[in-house]
Structures are given as structure tokens and as C-alpha cells.
């Protein structure tokens, strides 16, 4: 069959996955290619177990693969045949050297532009999908300039999709933004890229900006995203000495429609491959251009998020009698969120891992995130098991520890888990989603967020 387009991305992760899936689903007269460094990714991209868990990625990849989505790791020939490029390899936080710990690492994306300059044989759109500190789409334009007959032009499109909604998020996003360079060249690449979104996307929707605009965009998006998390945590930890309720606090903030509802849960901390980093690397970006008050204001969400986290744990060892040592803490979820297997700066993994430290003994349960955990976790077992059965994992605990807010462990029947648990049996809500006065009834003491402890002495 002729494609209309021949489209390629390169990262098979969490973000090109899902992404280029519904491009292809959306668009069946354009082929699509995901390329990989990774060969196990992409054979696990072939096969029917994909390599991530996202509601409804299973059926789009059926419908798709071998159609008009192709997943491959061969990059050079991928290069060299198509002529729009997205790039979507990991940016983590830089673990050395200059700006260690905040800054970007582009090692990845780098090595991306030298390879796309090498293996090219024509002109080619190349696209900016993952999170990137601004100014990057200049060092990728510095090196793809090297070229000696054909040209190539730099668009900034950053993905707004939040796992366990990606599929959701793609196909009917709030907006989608393109930035590009304001000269003829680009102008026409970033109206091919609106084209292709118009095909299931209302033009109204499709933003276009310049390129710096567009890179900063996307970071600040999360960066305002995160800081509503932060200012309700930070808020839980006055309504536990006040006798306050955060759940109602949050709802009569929300009900201002100036303020809004949404990102108002509190919980035991955000995860997530990116609102730390791209906070960070906000927090780098700002002190590398000497506006420390800027950079202090942002680093304080992350801040926060740690203190939250902490305050989480000492919490549980206060209300468990100062000691953990040998006692059995069941962890209710591991990933980050729901409807997610990705545990990337998991909330509940820090917290394992301080259990562990207080020489806890610590049974994790998770519907999708196991895997992950595991590896994680990898070095500590004896100390750590991994249990499918939620009901089994709390077996024989003092503790359960509610880390992720999966619809599941709303519903569990919390008579029979406490009547197989050792007493005085804690339950600590790390997401406020347990009906706190029923388990209180059946005999549990109860730990919420926020909210003031139910407890039996
Ligand atoms: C990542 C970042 O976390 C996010 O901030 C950014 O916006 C997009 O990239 P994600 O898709 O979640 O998002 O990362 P990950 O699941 O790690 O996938 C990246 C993929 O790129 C991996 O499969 C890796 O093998 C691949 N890769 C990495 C390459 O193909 N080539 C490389 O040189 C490096
Ligand atoms: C985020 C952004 O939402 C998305 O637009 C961007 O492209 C990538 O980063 P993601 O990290 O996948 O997406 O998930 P998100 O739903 O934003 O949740 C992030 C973290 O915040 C999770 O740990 C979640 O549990 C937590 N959270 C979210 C809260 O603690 N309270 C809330 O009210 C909302």
C-alpha cells in the first residue's frame, strides 16, 4: 500500500508509545514506525505482552500493528526513510557532573540528532516530543545544520498526556501545541504538523507558538501542575493539627471556579518520570540565568513533595509505637498512580525503602506495577515480598499502607483483611480513597491524609 506519509519515532517509551499508537489509529493512510534502541522493548512492542500497561493500548496496538504501525530497531534505515521524525528518548535528571542532580541529562538526545544527521538522505521535520529545558531545539539546529545537501526543520510538539489517561489524553487533548522558528521553512513544517493532528483534532485545539515558547510551555504545564499537589500537602499537614479536613478544605477551594477543582487530591506525594525532573530542571534553568528568587520559588514544590513523603513515614512510626523493627507493613500499590505499571519516582517507593530502613519487613501488592517494583527493589529481598492477592499481602501484617489511589482497594472486604491481621491492626490512607469510618468501626486505627487520625486509644 502507498502511505500518504511516512512518520517515525524514536523512543518506544511511555510517551512515543502510546503517542504514535494513536497517531496511527487515527490516521490509517499514514505509516507509522517506532524505533528503539531497546531490542527487548521492541519485541515486547511485537508481542501480545506489551512492554507498559495503559487502559486501552492494547486494542489500538491490534488494530494497528503490522497495518501502518511498525515497531523496529533498526534506526538507520527508520532515519532513512521517513521524513518526519518525532524524538521521544528519556531526558532523566543529570546524575553527574556540572548541574548533577537538576539539570537535564541530553546525552540521549544528542547522540539521537547525530545519528538523524548521519543516517539522512533527504530533508526531513524533525519533532521535539519529549520534555526538553528550553533552548535545546538550538543545539539539535547546530548539529542537523552539518548537513551538506538537504535541510532540516526543528518543531517543539510536547506531549501533555498523563499515564493511565494517555490514550484518552491523545485522542481528545485540551490543546495540542507546536512551536517552531518563524521563518518560511518553519511555518511550512508546523503546518504539516497541524495537518496531521486536524485528521481527529479540532483546529481550534492545535496552538501554534514560537519554539522557545513551546519548550517552556511544557515544563511550566507540570511545574503548575505539581505546585497545586505541593499546596494541598502542604496543607494537609496543617489540618492534622487543627482538626480540620482537607477533603473539605480542597472541595470549598475548588468550588471557586478562579481556583478550580481538579489536582486538589492530597496524597502521600506525586511520582512520575516528570514532575520532579521538569521541575528541576525549571529550578536550573532560572539560577543559571541568576534569578535565585525564581529558582527558590519553584524548588520549594519539590521540596514539599519530600517533606510529604517523610512526613508520611515518620507519621507511621509515631502511631505504631516508635518501632518497626521486624513489624510487617503491607503496601497497598507501588506505581506512581492508577491504571499505570510505572513506578519512575513512585512515592511508595521511597517509602519501602525507609521502612526498610526502620528494618520493617514489607509486603507490596499492586494489579499492574509489580514487575517494575521489583526491579526497583532488586538487592532487598528477604526483607521485601511481592504478592499478587491483596488479601494475602495483608495476611499476617500490622499495617497496611494505602500508597495508590487504584479503584480496587476501595472496594476490598477490610473485615475480612483485618480479621486475618495481627492487632491493633494500623491502616494508613496515603490517598484519602478508604471509607475511613467503617474501617474504624471494624477495629482498625486509621491514619488519613489531612484528616484527623480515627483511632482506638
Ligand atoms: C521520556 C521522558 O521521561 C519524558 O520526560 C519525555 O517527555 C519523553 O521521554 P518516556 O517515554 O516515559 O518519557 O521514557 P522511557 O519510557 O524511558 O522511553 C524512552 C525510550 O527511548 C526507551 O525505550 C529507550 O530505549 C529509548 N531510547 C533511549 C532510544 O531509542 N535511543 C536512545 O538513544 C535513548
Ligand atoms: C504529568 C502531566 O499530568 C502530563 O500532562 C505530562 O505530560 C506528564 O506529567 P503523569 O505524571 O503521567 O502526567 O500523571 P499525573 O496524573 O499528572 O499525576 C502525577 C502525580 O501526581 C501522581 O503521582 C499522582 O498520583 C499525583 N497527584 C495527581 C496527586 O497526588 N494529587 C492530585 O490531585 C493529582
Redesign the pocket.
Known amino acids: 500500500m502507498n502511505f500518504k506519509k511516512n512518520i517515525l519515532c524514536?523512543?518506544?517509551?511511555?510517551?512515543?508509545g502510546p503517542t504514535m499508537a494513536v497517531i496511527a489509529y487515527k490516521c490509517p493512510q499514514f505509516r507509522v514506525t517506532i524505533a528503539?534502541?531497546?531490542p527487548a522493548?521492541i519485541a515486547e512492542w511485537n508481542s501480545d505482552e506489551l512492554p507498559l500497561y495503559e487502559p486501552g493500548l492494547d486494542e489500538i496496538i491490534r488494530a494497528t500493528r503490522g497495518k501502518n504501525l511498525f515497531f523496529t530497531t533498526d534506526i538507520q534505515r527508520s532515519i532513512r526513510d521517513n521524513d518526519i521524525i518525532f524524538v521521544?528518548?528519556?531526558?532523566p535528571t543529570k546524575m553527574f557532573g556540572a548541574g548533577a542532580g537538576m539539570a537535564a541529562d541530553l546525552q540521549?538526545w544528542e547522540?539521537?540528532a547525530r545519528q538523524i544527521l548521519q543516517y539522512s538522505e533527504s530533508s526531513k521535520i524533525v519533532i521535539e516530543?519529549?520534555?526538553l529545558p528550553v533552548k535545546t531545539a538550538q543545539a539539535m539546529e547546530n548539529i542537523l545544520r552539518n548537513a551538506h545537501s538537504f535541510t532540516f526543520e526543528v518543531l517543539s510538539n510536547p506531549?501533555f498526556l498523563a499515564e493511565g489517561t494517555a490514550i484518552k489524553d491523545m485522542e481528545n487533548p485540551d490543546r495540542v501545541l507546536i512551536g517552531s522558528r518563524e521563518t518560511a521553512s518553519g511555518f511550512k513544517a508546523r503546518e504539516e504538523l497541524v495537518e496531521i493532528y486536524a485528521n481527529w483534532i479540532p483546529r481550534e485545539k492545535i496552538i501554534t507558538s514560537n519554539i522557545w515558547s513551546s519548550e517552556l510551555s511544557k515544563i511550566v504545564s507540570n511545574a503548575f501542575l505539581a505546585q497545586r499537589i505541593s499546596s494541598i500537602n502542604a496543607i494537609s499537614a496543617l489540618c492534622e493539627k487543627t482538626d480540620a479536613d482537607i477533603i473539605e478544605v480542597a472541595r470549598a477551594v475548588g468550588m471557586d471556579s478562579r481556583i478550580g477543582g481538579k489536582y486538589l487530591n492530597s496524597s502521600v506525594g506525586f511520582g512520575g518520570?516528570?514532575f520532579k525532573?521538569d521541575i528541576l530542571n525549571l529550578v536550573y534553568l532560572c539560577r543559571h540565568y541568576g534569578l535565585n528568587e525564581v529558582a527558590d520559588y519553584w524548588e520549594g514544590v519539590v521540596k514539599i513533595n519530600q517533606y510529604q513523603q517523610e512526613r508520611f513515614t515518620l507519621n507511621m512510626l509515631t502511631a505504631m509505637f516508635n518501632t518497626l523493627a521486624d513489624k510487617k507493613i503491607c503496601l497497598f500499590g507501588v506505581s506512581f498512580k492508577a491504571n499505570t505499571s510505572d513506578t519512575r519516582e513512585s512515592p511508595a517507593i521511597f517509602i519501602a525503602k525507609k521502612l526498610l530502613e526502620e528494618k520493617a519487613e514489607i509486603i507490596i501488592t499492586d494489579p499492574q506495577a509489580l514487575r517494575n517494583a521489583r526491579t526497583d527493589l532488586a538487592g532487598m529481598e528477604g526483607r521485601v515480598s511481592f504478592i499478587d492477592d491483596p488479601y494475602k499481602a495483608a495476611a499476617g501484617c500490622h499495617a497496611i499502607a494505602v500508597m495508590t489511589e487504584w479503584d480496587l482497594y476501595r472496594d476490598l472486604d477490610y473485615q475480612k483483611i483485618y480479621d486475618t491481621m495481627i492487632k491493633p491492626a494500623s491502616l494508613f490512607d496515603g490517598r484519602n480513597i478508604i471509607d475511613h469510618r467503617r474501617c474504624h468501626n471494624i477495629g482498625f486505627n486509621v491514619y488519613p491524609i489531612g484528616k484527623p487520625a480515627l483511632t482506638h486509644f
Open positions: 524514536i523512543g518506544a517509551g511511555y510517551v512515543g528503539d534502541i531497546n522493548r521521544s528518548v528519556n531526558t540521549y547522540k539521537t516530543k519529549s520534555t506531549e518520570s516528570c525532573k
